[in-house]
C-alpha cells in the first residue's frame, strides 16, 4: 500500500499514520461510521486537501493489488462446512471481523477461505459500525441490525480479548484455539466451549 502513496509520505512515515487512523478508529465513540473516522484522522495527519483522489487511491489498491494477497494459500475448508450445515441448520450467521476495512477487502478475504458474502446475513464493515472489538458496543450494534437477543446468539472466535469478550453481554461463546490470539487480559469471561475448528464441527453437529 505504501507505493500507492509515495510522492505524499516515506514508507515508514505512512505506516505510522495508518496505523495511528486504525487506532483512531478503533476507538471510535460511536459519533460516526468507522470509515469516517478513518478518513478524518488520515486526511489530517497526511495534510491532504483532495480526500477523493485519495480514497480513490485506497480503492485501487484493494482492487488491484490487495487479492495477491491470498495467492498461494493452504486453507482449511472446516470453516466451509461449518458455515454449510448451520445454513443447512437454518441459522442466521454474521462475519462478525473487526470493522477496520472496506468491503471490497472483506469479500475478497473471504473468498480466500472458499466462502463468501452471499454466504452471510450481515457482515461489519468500516462503511456499517461505528465501533470496533473490543467494545461491547460493537456487539450491540450487531444485535440492534439483526434484530436477536445476546441469549440467541453465538460468538465463534479465536481472539481471547476481542472476541470472547461478547460473553459479557450474555451471548455464549466458542474459542478457537487454531491460530490462538491471547494477550493475557484476565477480565475476559471463559468461553463457554473451547477446542480446535475441527472439533468445533464435530460439537455442532451433535448440538447445534
Known sequence: MTREFLDLASPEEFIKILMKSTED????DGQKVNR?????????????????????RFDKFYRERFPY?????????????IIEMLKKKGYGLVLATNPVFPPEAIRERLSWSGLKADDFDFITHYNNMHYCKPNLKYYKEILKNIGATPSRCYMVGNDVEEDMVAGRLGIKTYLIKDN???????????PDWQGSLAGLFEYLKLNS
Open 36 to 56: 469516517v473516522v478513518f478518513e478524518e484522522s488520515f486526511f489530517k495527519l497526511l495534510e491532504v486537501n483532495n480526500p477523493e483522489e485519495i480514497m480513490a
Open 180 to 190: 490462538l490470539i491471547e494477550r493475557g487480559n484476565s477480565t475476559i469471561p471463559e
Open 69 to 81: 494477497l491470498g495467492e498461494g494459500l493452504e486453507v482449511d475448508n472446516t470453516s466451509c462446512k
Open 25 to 28: 478508529m478503533i476507538n471510535n
